[in-house]
């Protein structure tokens, strides 16, 4: 099975911060995704990668940005954390069974 | 734009009961529909997918159906226990025009199985 893992599952931040949040996972799959997810909104796709270097904008990219140097590792970056960016950060790649295989999570606090 | 609708009030039932949760979708035709369950501060964990040709996909106490005619995904636990109790998230894969296709989810509805 596929493993995700997120380097920090809570952390605070002050605003204006440039904030990392890393994902890595250990099939060599093309395809990551990173999702935030807020009480009543649901998940909301915020970047995804298609290989390395290569990356395209999800439904709420404004404010983030990504990176992917390695096939297995999947940054997101908040350039100057703001109040609005406290969530959930849920990094996801596809699993077994065509189905996603998603991290445990990050909580950030942007304070 | 795509739609994706779930119940967003909490269905509470009884254990060794039936529980039925509502996916609905507008503006879009996936080729295949996903659920996931999601326990407090966790990610959300793979369950079933089923595709557009497919009527109904079991797994264990598990069945999904999906009705491509009237938009709707069903998504049925069986004999329900306590440790059923969670967020349920449906999810459509979506292409958009990009280079690959990716879910996107429903709120979910948060079933709560009661001893």
């Known amino acids: 099975d596929v493993k995700v893992t997120q380097s920090s599952r809570y952390l605070v931040k002050r605003t204006g911060e440039k904030v990392f949040l890393e994902c890595v996972q250990d099939?060599?799959?093309?395809?990551m995704f990173w999702y935030r997810q807020d009480p009543g909104l649901g998940l909301r796709l915020i970047y995804f990668?298609?290989?390395?270097?290569?990356?395209e904008k999800g439904d709420i990219p404004e404010g983030y940005s990504v990176s992917r140097e390695k096939k297995e590792r999947f940054s997101l970056i908040l350039e100057s954390a703001s109040t609005n960016q406290t969530s959930m950060y849920l990094c996801a790649t596809p699993g077994t069974g065509n189905g996603y295989t998603f991290g445990s999570g990050t909580r950030l606090t942007v304070v | 734009s795509q739609k994706i609708e779930q119940n967003s009030e909490a269905l509470n039932i009884q254990e060794g009961k039936t529980a039925t949760l509502t996916c609905n979708y507008t503006n879009y035709s996936p080729a295949y529909l996903q659920w996931y369950r999601q326990d407090p501060g966790r990610g959300p964990v793979f369950l079933l997918l089923i595709r557009e040709n497919e009527k109904e996909k079991r797994k264990e106490r598990l069945k999904v159906t999906f009705d491509t005619t009237l938009k709707q995904s069903l998504f049925h636990i069986t004999a329900s226990q306590p440790a059923d109790s969670a967020t349920y998230l449906c999810?459509?894969?979506?292409?958009?025009?990009?280079?690959?296709?990716?879910?996107?989810f429903g709120t979910g509805t948060l079933l709560a199985v009661q001893p």
């Open positions: 990668s298609y290989d390395v270097k290569m990356k």
């Open positions: 099939m060599d799959h093309e395809n």
């Open positions: 999810a459509l894969d979506w292409r958009g025009g990009g280079a690959t296709n990716k879910l996107i």
